[in-house]
């Protein structure tokens, strides 16, 4: 955590210095149904910070630039090394991760901003509050997809299946996705949908096609490939694609997603004239 310091009346961008203070404006809500407004921040911000060092700041220092008392900013966070996805926000209107997002890096892209670092919740989720947004249609869609391996208990069941090095190395790719909802926030074809109720016939995403790929890939999982394909073949599978391709420029781990929606096209054209031929 940066040590406190007392803010100048402006913030300054010049990268070089040591040490700066850096204005932050921040869209924040008290609850999910609360009404939102935007507050400043003066933080000096050390060489190599990043903005969950700054949002802690703001936690032991929670002034505003007017000088009204305020409270810390929620957000969430758990690795701080761009493993969990769960500190995903949108950073001066790109969506991003906040622990891999540099103070340095962003001042240089907004040199023509004045140095002012804007914060706002992922728009295509319900905000629970202020930074903290609830990705739960997120996870029960990895669910409809039954994105994991199916296995006969937790007993030892011998060596599994050989794969080719070209096979592991396209997997693997694919399985470092970390759910962080990058993709999902910019996609035009995706939004934000509060009723559970309507979940299953709103649009899956890239990253939910891009784990069926994955597990349809291996060669235990590929018992699932069926149930899979049905999914992506119906309302809110890949027939809802737009195509626009956001998902693979934001993705922080550059995982080509618009390769496994091309695949999983692919797959389900073979599987519905395979299902048609055998009566299914």
């Known amino acids: 955590m940066v040590a406190p310091t007392t803010p100048s009346s402006r913030?300054?961008?010049?990268?070089?210095?040591?040490?700066?203070?850096?204005?932050?404006?921040?869209?924040?809500?008290?609850?999910?149904?609360?009404?939102?407004?935007?507050?400043?921040?003066d933080v000096p911000v050390e060489p190599g910070a990043n903005i969950i060092s700054c949002l802690q700041w703001i936690a032991a220092n929670p002034r505003t630039v007017d000088g009204r008392e305020s409270t810390p900013v929620v957000y969430d966070a758990g690795c701080l090394e761009e493993v969990c996805g769960s500190c995903t926000m949108v950073i001066n209107g790109r969506v991003r991760q906040s622990c891999s997002a540099l103070i340095?890096?962003?001042?240089?892209?907004?040199?023509?901003?004045?140095?002012?670092?804007?914060?706002?919740?992922?728009?295509?989720?319900?905000?629970?509050?202020?930074?903290?947004?609830?990705?739960?249609?997120?996870?029960?869609?990895?669910?409809?997809?039954?994105?994991?391996?199916?296995?006969?208990?937790?007993?030892?069941?011998?060596?599994?299946?050989?794969?080719?090095?070209?096979?592991?190395?396209?997997?693997?790719?694919?399985?470092?996705?970390?759910?962080?909802?990058c993709c999902l926030e910019a996609c035009p074809q995706y939004n934000q949908e509060e009723d559970a109720a309507k979940?299953?016939?709103?649009?899956?995403?890239?990253?939910?096609?891009?784990?069926?790929?994955?597990?349809?890939?291996?060669?235990t999982g590929a018992e699932l490939t069926g149930d899979r394909l049905d999914l992506m073949m119906g309302q809110g599978g890949i027939n809802d694609c737009g195509n626009s391709q956001n998902c693979v420029k934001v993705c922080p781990k550059e995982i080509p997603l618009t390769e496994s929606i091309a695949a999983i096209g692919r797959a389900t054209t073979v599987h519905a004239i395979k299902s048609f031929f055998s009566g299914r």
């Open 199 to 219: 979940w299953p016939t709103s649009f899956l995403g890239a990253a939910v096609i891009s784990q069926a790929r994955l597990f349809n890939m291996h060669q």
């Open 104 to 181: 340095d890096n962003l001042l240089t892209e907004q040199a023509s901003a004045g140095g002012v670092i804007t914060l706002e919740p992922m728009s295509k989720f319900p905000t629970l509050r202020d930074l903290s947004v609830d990705r739960a249609r997120f996870f029960d869609a990895l669910k409809r997809a039954k994105a994991w391996v199916p296995i006969d208990g937790t007993y030892s069941l011998g060596a599994g299946p050989k794969e080719s090095s070209k096979t592991q190395e396209t997997r693997y790719t694919l399985s470092t996705c970390m759910t962080c909802g």
């Open 11 to 41: 913030p300054e961008s010049n990268a070089g210095s040591a040490r700066r203070t850096v204005r932050f404006r921040i869209l924040r809500r008290d609850r999910p149904d609360g009404a939102t407004r935007w507050e400043e921040f």
